[in-house]
């Protein structure tokens, strides 16, 4: 069983920034995503992103926002988040793919089976 270990996550005011990490030993060959959560609401994806990083997928206005990266040598995906609204507070979970690339279909929950536990983002005056 794949572990994933998030960090990152924390308490930060409007308009400030956080950068998540998933590192995850077995996943260098496969998509990764970042997705959230919120009470009572189905988990949305946020974004995916390529083995090699070249290419990403955002969720809507996200893009303009946030930005995937990943570290192979660390195993370990990026997530930066910038301009931090009070709707982005969630628990975000890591997650890795069944398939080697995003596609445009990246957001089904079923098309990923490892998980991390999750680290809660809380954006708050």
């Known amino acids: 069983q794949e572990q994933m270990v998030e960090s990152g996550g924390g308490v930060v005011r409007p308009g400030g920034s956080l950068r998540l990490s998933c590192t995850a030993s077995?996943?260098?060959?496969?998509?990764m995503a970042w997705f959230r959560q919120v009470p009572e609401k189905e988990r949305e994806g946020v974004g995916c992103?390529?083995?090699?990083?070249?290419?990403?997928y955002y969720t809507g206005a996200e893009g303009r926002r946030f930005t995937l990266s990943r570290d192979k040598g660390k195993h370990t995906m990026f997530l930066e988040m910038n301009y931090l609204k009070p709707s982005d507070t969630a628990i975000y979970f890591c997650?890795?793919?069944?398939?080697?690339?995003?596609?445009?279909?990246?957001?089904?929950?079923?098309?990923?089976?490892?998980w991390g536990q999750g680290t809660q983002v809380t954006v708050s005056s």
């Open positions: 992103i390529d083995p090699d990083g070249r290419h990403s």
């Open positions: 997650a890795t793919s069944l398939y080697s690339l995003c596609t445009s279909a990246w957001k089904g929950l079923n098309r990923y089976h490892h």
């Open positions: 077995s996943s260098d060959d496969y998509a």
